[in-house]
């Protein structure tokens, strides 16, 4: 089929000219691109935006043929063929793409729009076509797939187990090795489940699903997953929580790992704590009748009036590193329990471990005053938990205690329902030196104090962690205010709630 020829047609030029005069405004001020053609293919109208994109000027193309002009030579059969059904009446059902060429030689992908205007007879007399370019967006959509491939291959190809799940639990994607860890024979069989289904504890996984709420990431969740076949394993989840732009959480996205292996070591390690119970019980006895000896030695060395004053001090310090020692032997014997007792928790009052723990820290510093402000009331707070309670306080206490520096000692400690109501969160704000960011993330679990004086977690604050991790809580340290560690530390801990 050969293109329309060359030849102007008066009447038509001279209809467009009239029709641009009237509506230039209009076309000139659309984003697009507007392009009229007489029946011959002859450019009748080319707008400020063609010229933009082309670098041809309306002077330069008004009537030239479109074909040979703008229209590649391996495309140009098939925009014949479309200006030919225009002709005949007949606009496409789609929006064709096609590319012009530019001054310069370089092709500009674009997709257009066309109508026609008739004459009374009906008959085609111009046809106009309206378009956007899209040569960027094209590069963006196949940059796009490009990425979505390569992330999806790495997704598959990852050996730990990924998923994406919506907050009822429906399985959105979910990658090759947890199909594989899961004993599921393909995607499809795995993905008609719900999540809900392979825990063993379902109230597991309502602890799971408030903790995200509440936090937006959990990390380290230890739980037991039962396989197809049966088989029960322990798995570590690792998620975040995806909101829409309403703000609202649209799918949980994370990583699954099979921790069995190293559950059976564990196990395998308590029993041989067992064995060695007897050992450490034997050791910390006599090693606390040593320390109560040379303690009382030194009480009454200390309170002879004929001691040297020089040497008063040199006593007292010592007596210090003694009680150090009996702390320290005390605490390795509650993370021996911690370990070894069973996981029963239920539902208690929080208000007497609480203040038994204020009690023994009071009595743990004689010099000192504690100024309290708590809102903790007998009957208030029901909280799971089991005897670690009070333990868990007096730590938190004692190193509030410790680290302040001032005689009076000023701590507030509110408790509240958490907003999804299944924690209770709890605050202990105190006055002291405060916790620098850089010592944040690692306060509860370190072993020892910081010898430049700042803040030191010792065992009392890793036992701490271990004891909320028992309760499927969590905790982290804050600014008492936002902005300045120096005003004081505040431990945010959450404890699954009680019944009331």
């Known amino acids: 089929m050969q293109p329309p020829s060359n030849h102007s047609n008066d009447s038509t030029n001279e209809t467009s000219r009239i ?3 009237r509506f230039g405004r209009i076309i000139e001020a659309a984003g697009a691109l507007v392009v009229g053609m007489n029946t011959q293919g002859q450019i009748t109208l080319f707008n400020k935006r063609c010229e933009e994109v082309t670098g041809y000027s309306e002077k330069e193309v008004f ?3 479109i074909f040979p002009l703008l229209i590649p030579e391996d495309e140009r059969a098939g925009v014949l063929e479309r200006f030919q059904r225009l002709l005949k009446g007949k606009l496409p059902t789609y929006s064709p793409q096609f590319h012009w060429i530019t001054k310069t030689g ?3 992908l674009m997709q257009w729009n066309n109508t026609f205007v008739t004459d009374e007879m009906g008959k085609v007399e111009e046809i106009f076509g309206i378009g956007i370019e899209i040569t960027e967006w094209k590069k963006v959509q196949q940059a796009l797939k490009e990425s979505e491939t390569q992330y999806q291959n790495l997704f598959d190809s990852v050996p730990v187990g990924l998923y994406r799940t919506t907050p009822e639990g429906q399985i959105l994607e979910i990658n090759p090795a947890l199909v594989a860890m899961l004993g599921y024979e393909d995607k499809e069989e795995l993905i008609k489940r719900n999540a809900s289904e392979f825990y063993v504890d379902a109230t597991a996984r309502k602890r799971w699903k408030a903790l995200i709420e509440h936090e937006e990431i959990v990390r380290g969740f230890e739980v037991q997953f039962r396989r197809r076949d ?9 998620a975040r929580a995806i909101r829409n732009e309403k703000g609202e959480v649209h799918c949980y996205e994370g990583n699954l790992e099979d921790i069995t292996k190293r559950k059976e070591a564990e196990i395998a ?4 704590h067992h064995r060695s119970e007897f050992l450490l019980d034997l050791m910390a006895h006599d090693l606390n009748n040593i320390n109560q000896g040379i303690m009382l030695a030194l009480e009454l060395i200390e309170n002879d009036e004929q001691l040297p ?3 008063r001090e040199s006593v007292r310090d010592t007596l210090a590193q003694v009680e150090r020692s009996a702390d320290l032997i005390a605490n390795v014997k509650r993370f021996q329990s911690l370990e070894i007792e069973p996981r029963l928790l239920g539902s208690r009052d929080l208000a007497p471990p609480f203040h038994a723990a204020v009690r023994a820290v009071e009595r743990a510093f004689p010099n000192k005053q504690l100024f309290l402000t708590t809102n903790i009331e ?3 707070y029901q909280i799971s938990g089991d005897g670690f309670i009070t333990e868990l306080f007096f730590n938190l206490l004692h190193t509030s205690m410790k680290m302040d520096p001032n005689e009076f000692v000023k701590v507030e400690v509110q408790a509240n329902t958490a907003k999804n109501g299944v924690f209770l969160e709890i605050q202990i704000m105190d006055q002291g ?6 010592e944040k993330k690692h306060i509860f679990s370190r072993y020892k104090e910081n010898l430049e004086g700042e803040r030191g977690s010792g065992v009392g604050l890793t036992l701490v962690q271990r004891i909320i991790q028992r309760y499927g809580g969590q905790i982290w340290v804050q600014d008492r205010v936002e902005g300045d560690y120096t005003q004081g530390a505040n431990f945010v801990f959450l404890l699954p709630r009680g019944e009331d």
């Open 19 to 21: 029709r641009r005069s």
């Open 63 to 65: 009537g030239k043929t």
């Open 106 to 108: 370089e092709k500009r």
């Open 230 to 238: 049966g088989q029960t394993i322990w798995v570590e989840l690792n």
């Open 269 to 272: 390690l308590l029993a041989a």
């Open 309 to 311: 004053p020089h040497l």
């Open 378 to 380: 007998d009957g208030k």
């Open 433 to 438: 030196p405060g916790v620098p960011n850089s």
